[in-house]
């Protein structure tokens, strides 16, 4: 990766983002994107394979191993994702940086309560206490 020593404007920026790090940053968001894709695959096909859709019958299959792995990566994956998300749409439209900043820690703090309290709840049925 050039380094900006190079003796052509291309070389100069060859690699190099407005932060420095946009190509990791798109990377991720892919790679969360196509997580996504198949755990929503992986959702959808277990409940039209589960014989009735009743509270009893999901927690009865949250509570093996087959399903409430697969639904809490799909809890993480998800609000991850969506907080990559919405951090790109603040970057993008809000540009006093005091304000993005704040915007930044509010994002992320409410995202780490919904997977917590998410994560939680499928626990607590994972763990019989539901």
Known sequence: MSTGKSSTPLGKVRGLGSAHEGGNHWLAERFGAVA???LSAWLLASLLMLPDL?????????RSP??????ALFVITAFMHGLDGLKVVVDDYVHHEGNRIALHFILTMAAIGGAALALFALAKIAFGAA
């Open 54 to 62: 009743d509270q009893r019958t999901l927690a009865e299959y949250l």
């Open 66 to 71: 087959m399903g409430a792995v697969p639904m």
């Open 36 to 38: 996504l894709l198949l």
